[in-house]
């Protein structure tokens, strides 16, 4: 314990003698330990946000999408193709109790762009074609109206139901509700205005136009497919079974057989989340990889400035061996210096880390992002710990060279 505080002792005495090149040495450390930092934390946090984005869909819902992918691939559309595969009919059949006993409701969508006007105010908006029990698998609230009923769907009504932001920025005060928009060349009733969302993985609710589903595909797009489908299922540990019986139904209703794959794409939110942790994991740890680069270079800045000191303390290294000191203590002396400066670069560096990570969640609340900050104290144990580490690796070499200065010579140095 005496050697260890009279090191310590001479580490400071060494780093008060060159305080310029003490503090250069450690800057490396301070901005490869602040990187980490804010690498693991932001990335937390902007994985939590993410991924609570996608649990406000829910994990009971199922989503059916048209176009063959495997399993844990992504999805024919999220690359842009359309396909035709997915029509009504298949929808209108999941709504068979006998076959589909766990579905609690089920809705086919469709979804374009277009310009929304009212009187001298227009902007465009997601124009979202939906059956009436969307209203129930997307867990709208309305503020006031009601929403598309089963009647206005089959007629193809002209009607409407806005989202809270298409509400304020048209009409700002006004109730929408009864109001005449006009989407594309036609005009539509305003039936009823949701209540504020918020942005989600799926969207922007609050930015969109619900209109009948049979409206939006002969009115607007022309089309008799479905974009996707979307279902609520009423016990979550059915959802694999629910599955199964989808895909059976689906193959043959479209002429597949059982052992091929089918032409669309079932999906849960469960799954979903899981699949979207373990790449956003991915993604977080690739970027802690690429921020630790500045610690190798911290670390081998060390590594130089310990072999600087070594050249400039020959002749103090001889005349501690030669009064008795043993090459472990010369050793020791090293390493404590390698080691104080990783930990005073670890300890600066998570200072700063932690400010940097708090001014970034201030400046997404500001943006209306529900962020969290996530400062877990596995991150800065894990920055002291990748300090110590450094300090250690990169101090053993001019540690171990240092025991080897032989005294005679060390004693004739100048």
Same mark, same amino acid.
């Given at each position: 314990?005496? =050697?260890?505080?009279?090191?310590?002792?001479?580490?400071?005495?060494?780093?008060?003698?060159?305080?310029?090149?003490?503090?250069?040495?450690?800057?490396?450390?301070?901005?490869?330990?602040?990187?980490?930092?804010?690498?693991?934390?932001?990335?937390?946090?902007?994985?939590?946000?993410?991924?609570?984005?996608?649990?406000?869909?829910?994990?009971?819902?199922?989503?059916?999408?048209?176009?063959?992918?495997?399993?844990?691939?992504?999805?024919?559309?999220?690359?842009?193709?359309?396909?035709?595969?997915?029509?009504?009919?298949?929808?209108?059949?999941?709504?068979?109790?006998?076959?589909?006993?766990?579905?609690?409701?089920?809705?086919?969508?469709?979804?374009?762009?277009?310009?929304?006007?009212?009187?001298?105010? &227009?902007?465009?908006?997601?124009?979202?074609?939906?059956?009436?029990?969307?209203?129930?698998?997307?867990?709208?609230?309305?503020?006031?109206?009601?929403?598309?009923?089963?009647?206005?769907?089959?007629?193809?009504?002209?009607?409407?139901?806005?989202?809270?932001?298409?509400?304020?920025?048209?009409?700002?005060?006004?109730?929408?509700?009864?109001?005449?928009?006009?989407?594309?060349?036609?005009?539509?009733?305003?039936?009823?205005?949701?209540? %504020?969302?918020?942005?989600?993985?799926?969207?922007?609710?609050?930015?969109?136009?619900? @209109?009948?589903?049979?409206?939006?595909?002969?009115?607007?797009?022309?089309?008799?497919?479905?974009?996707?489908? %979307?279902?609520?299922?009423?016990?979550?540990?059915? =959802?694999?079974?629910?599955?199964?019986?989808?895909?059976?139904?689906?193959?043959? %209703?479209?002429?597949?057989?059982?052992?091929?794959?089918?032409?669309?794409?079932?999906?849960?939110?469960?799954?979903?989340?899981?699949?979207?942790?373990?790449?956003?994991?991915?993604?977080?740890?690739?970027?802690?990889?690429?921020?630790? @680069?500045?610690?190798?270079?911290?670390?081998?800045?060390?590594? &130089?400035?310990?072999?600087?000191?070594?050249?400039?303390?020959?002749?103090?290294?001889?005349?501690?061996?030669?009064?008795?000191?043993?090459?472990?203590?010369?050793?020791?002396?090293?390493?404590?210096?390698?080691?104080?400066?990783? =930990?005073?670069?670890?300890?600066?560096?998570?200072?700063?880390?932690?400010?940097?990570?708090?001014?970034?969640?201030?400046?997404?609340?500001? &943006?209306?992002?529900?962020?969290?900050?996530?400062?877990?104290?596995?991150?800065?144990?894990?920055?002291?710990?990748?300090?110590?580490?450094?300090?250690?690796?990169?101090?053993?070499?001019?540690?171990?060279?240092?025991? %080897?200065?032989?005294?005679?010579?060390?004693?004739?140095?100048?």
């Amino acid at each position: 314990m005496y =050697i260890l505080l009279l090191s310590l002792k001479m580490t400071w005495q060494n780093f008060a003698a060159a305080k310029l090149r003490t503090f250069l040495t450690v800057l490396g450390i301070i901005i490869g330990i602040a990187s980490v930092v804010i690498v693991l934390s932001v990335g937390t946090s902007a994985q939590n946000v993410l991924l609570d984005q996608v649990r406000q869909i829910g994990s009971n819902k199922i989503a059916i999408l048209p176009g063959a992918s495997a399993d844990d691939g992504p999805p024919a559309i999220a690359f842009g193709i359309v396909s035709t595969t997915l029509v009504s009919s298949d929808v209108e059949q999941l709504r068979n109790k006998n076959s589909f006993p766990y579905i609690e409701n089920v809705s086919g969508y469709v979804s374009t762009s277009k310009v929304v006007r009212y009187k001298k105010e &227009n902007a465009a908006y997601e124009i979202q074609g939906v059956e009436p029990e969307a209203v129930v698998v997307e867990d709208i609230t309305l503020s006031s109206g009601r929403f598309l009923s089963d009647a206005e769907n089959v007629s193809s009504r002209r009607v409407a139901v806005l989202g809270a932001d298409v509400a304020k920025e048209l009409f700002d005060q006004k109730s929408p509700v009864g109001e005449v928009i006009g989407i594309g060349k036609a005009n539509y009733r305003v039936i009823g205005v949701a209540q %504020r969302r918020g942005k989600s993985f799926a969207g922007n609710f609050d930015e969109t136009v619900y @209109i009948p589903l049979l409206t939006a595909q002969r009115n607007i797009l022309g089309i008799n497919y479905l974009s996707f489908a %979307r279902l609520s299922v009423s016990d979550e540990s059915k =959802i694999a079974e629910t599955e199964d019986a989808i895909r059976s139904l689906l193959k043959s %209703r479209h002429g597949i057989p059982q052992d091929e794959e089918g032409d669309f794409s079932v999906r849960n939110i469960a799954a979903a989340i899981e699949i979207l942790s373990k790449i956003t994991n991915v993604m977080k740890y690739f970027l802690v990889t690429v921020a630790s @680069i500045a610690l190798v270079v911290g670390g081998i800045g060390i590594m &130089n400035m310990m072999l600087i000191t070594l050249n400039k303390r020959v002749r103090e290294i001889g005349l501690r061996v030669a009064l008795g000191a043993r090459s472990r203590d010369i050793a020791l002396q090293f390493l404590v210096e390698s080691i104080t400066i990783s =930990i005073m670069g670890g300890a600066v560096g998570s200072l700063i880390g932690y400010g940097i990570t708090q001014v970034v969640g201030i400046v997404a609340v500001q &943006n209306g992002i529900n962020w969290h900050v996530s400062n877990e104290i596995d991150v800065y144990v894990l920055a002291f710990a990748i300090a110590g580490v450094i300090g250690i690796v990169f101090g053993i070499y001019p540690a171990i060279k240092a025991t %080897r200065v032989s005294p005679m010579e060390a004693l004739r140095y100048e």
